[in-house]
């Protein structure tokens, strides 16, 4: 059964951001400098929930420009693909 640690921080000014300090729960996840997260913010009862992103790679062969160049395509023809999903 997994243990939730409860920790009080103060929200303090980081240059023209506000933030908090929270070095030791994000080491408790895995967390790194560098790694990506998910913010999932709750504004009913005001929680914020962060978690470790998925890390997903790409499968051998498809190059990251592929994937740029596709997404450029699917924006540029959005309204094409949505006529032609509806035939």
């Given at each position: 059964?997994?243990?939730?640690?409860?920790?009080?921080?103060?929200?303090?000014?980081?240059?023209?951001?506000?933030?908090?300090?929270?070095?030791?729960?994000?080491?408790?996840?895995?967390?790194?400098?560098?790694?990506?997260v998910q913010i999932d913010v709750n504004q009913t009862n005001g929680e914020i929930i962060i978690k470790k992103a998925n890390k997903v790679s790409l499968p051998d062969g498809v190059s990251p420009d592929f994937l740029d160049t596709l997404s450029e395509i699917m924006s540029e023809y959005d309204q094409t693909l949505k006529g032609l999903k509806d035939r």
């Open positions: 059964m997994s243990r939730v640690n409860e920790m009080e921080r103060k929200v303090t000014k980081f240059g023209n951001s506000l933030g908090i300090t929270m070095t030791d729960a994000l080491k408790q996840i895995g967390l790194d400098l560098g790694d990506t």
